[in-house]
C-alpha cells in the first residue's frame, strides 16, 4: 500500500501587524533611496515650505514695526509671554498654521518617496495634488497630534501618562501615510495606522532613534551656515532694526535649510510603513 502523500499547509500570512521588520534594513534603504533621489524627495517639501518660511519672517516683522512698534526684547520668550495678549496670540496663530500647512509639504514629499520606491517618476505637480486634495483631512489628523500632544503636557505631573499619550502618538504616527497614499479618510486613516503599527511601536521607535545621527547632522549643518549668515548682522550693531533684519533672514535661511532633514526622517518612516505593509502582506483599508 502506497502512502498518501503529506498534505501541504496552507501558506497563511502572519497576523497583521506583528511581523517581523529589520531597523536596519529600513534605515539602509531609506538611506540609498534618499541620496539617489534627493532632490526629487525634498522639492515637494520645498515648495510647500518657501512661502510658509516668507510669511513666518516678514508677519512678525510688520507687527513689530506697526501694531507693537514700542515693544521691546523682540524674540525673548519671557517678554513675549509678559507683553500683549494680542501679540502673544499672533505668534500662536502664526506657528500654528504654518504647522498645519508643512503637512501638505511632508504629504507631498510621501507621495514622491513612495513613487520612487517602486522606479516612478512623476511631475512636481503631481507629487503636490494628494496633498492638497486632502486638505482638510491633514488639518483634521494634525489636530489630533495637537490635542494629544497638549493632554501629554498636562498630565505631564506624573511619569506614565506622558509615555501612554507618546506611545499612542507613535501607534497613529502612520496615520497621515494611510490618508495620502490608500485616500482614505481621516478615521479609517487612523484605524489603519493603529492596526499597521500593532506590536511594532518599538520597531517604529527605532527606526526614528537609528535616523537621528543622519537628521542631527544635517542640522548640524544648516545651523552652521545660518551662523556665518548672521555674522553680517553681528558686525553691523544691536539696533532694533538690525534685530529685526537678521529675524527675517535667519528664519527664511534655517526653514530652507531643514528641509532635507525633514526629508530624510519623511523617507525613513515611509520605507518603515511600506515594507512593514509588505510583510503583513495585506491592503489596509477602511474595515480595519
Not at 78 to 102: C, E, K, N, Y
Not at 182 to 189: N, S
Not at 261 to 279: D, H, N, P, Q, S
Amino acid at each position: 500500500m502506497t502512502p498518501e502523500a503529506p498534505s501541504q499547509l496552507p501558506n497563511i500570512p502572519p497576523p497583521p501587524g506583528r511581523p517581523g521588520v529589520s531597523v536596519r534594513q529600513v534605515l539602509r534603504e531609506a538611506r540609498v533611496l534618499f541620496s539617489a533621489n534627493a532632490v526629487e524627495i525634498a522639492a515637494p517639501l520645498a515648495v510647500v515650505q518657501a512661502p510658509l518660511a516668507v510669511l513666518g519672517a516678514i508677519i512678525p516683522w510688520v507687527l513689530y514695526q506697526t501694531v507693537y512698534s514700542d515693544q521691546k526684547d523682540l524674540f525673548n520668550a519671557q517678554a513675549l509671554l509678559d507683553g500683549p495678549r494680542g501679540l502673544l496670540f499672533s505668534f500662536t496663530l502664526l506657528f500654528f498654521a504654518w504647522g498645519m500647512f508643512i503637512l501638505v509639504g511632508v504629504g507631498a514629499s510621501v507621495v514622491a518617496i513612495s513613487n520612487v520606491r517602486r522606479g516612478s517618476h512623476r511631475r512636481l505637480a503631481e507629487y503636490l495634488d494628494p496633498p492638497f486634495t486632502k486638505l482638510g483631512g491633514l488639518f483634521l489628523l494634525g489636530l489630533t497630534l495637537v490635542a494629544l500632544y497638549v493632554c501629554g503636557l498636562i498630565v505631564s505631573i506624573t511619569v506614565v501618562l506622558p509615555l501612554v499619550v507618546a506611545w499612542v502618538m507613535l501607534r497613529l504616527a502612520a496615520m497621515f501615510y494611510f490618508l495620502i497614499i490608500d485616500d482614505l479618510p481621516p478615521g479609517a486613516a487612523l484605524r489603519a495606522s493603529w492596526g499597521l503599527l500593532h506590536g511594532n511601536v518599538i520597531r517604529l521607535l527605532g527606526v526614528l532613534v537609528g535616523s537621528l545621527p543622519i537628521v542631527l547632522g544635517m542640522l548640524f549643518v544648516a545651523f552652521v551656515a545660518l551662523i556665518i549668515i548672521s555674522i553680517p548682522f553681528t558686525l553691523a550693531g544691536d539696533s532694533r532694526n538690525v534685530e529685526l533684519a537678521a529675524s527675517v533672514v535667519g528664519t527664511i535661511v534655517w526653514a530652507l535649510l531643514t528641509v532635507p532633514a525633514m526629508a530624510y526622517l519623511a523617507t525613513t518612516t515611509t520605507v518603515f510603513f511600506e515594507i512593514l505593509r509588505g510583510r503583513t502582506d495585506a491592503r489596509l483599508d477602511a474595515r480595519i
